[in-house]
């Protein structure tokens, strides 16, 4: 089971830091991907890390503001999120790298979180 927290209400200009927290299996077997669905839009991409920290891939559209980092002895992955923008208000997952035949397949991931609300506004 994967649970994201660290969402909140933040001004423009501001920072996050999420976290995804694995229970009942060792995290460190999986690549992680973090995703974003705004409302009335699509499930999209925002980061994603390989099984031990090595590689790491970013959307266009947060390149440069995010950062996508893990702990394997915590069993978590997190997403530090600056300069954060009104639009980059969506419900925040995380989910498992099961079977992707790239980094944004979405199909290829499973045991999605619950998510996580983020809000930028001012």
């Known amino acids: 089971q994967l649970v994201e927290s660290g969402g909140g209400l933040v001004q423009p200009g501001g920072s996050l830091r999420l976290s995804c927290a694995a229970s009942?299996?060792?995290?460190?077997?999986?690549?992680v991907g973090w995703f974003r669905q705004a409302p009335g839009k699509e499930r999209e991409g925002v980061s994603y890390?390989?099984?031990?920290?090595?590689?790491?891939n970013y959307a266009d559209s947060v390149k440069g503001r995010f950062t996508i980092s893990r702990d394997n002895a915590k069993n978590a992955v997190y997403l530090q999120m600056n300069s954060l923008k009104p639009e980059d208000t969506a419900v925040y997952f995380c989910a498992l790298d099961l079977r992707a035949r790239d980094n944004w397949d979405i199909e290829g991931y499973g045991s999605w979180g619950q998510g996580t609300q983020v809000t930028v506004s001012s």
């Open positions: 009942g299996f060792k995290l460190e077997y999986y690549a």
């Open positions: 890390i390989d099984s031990v920290g090595k590689a790491t």
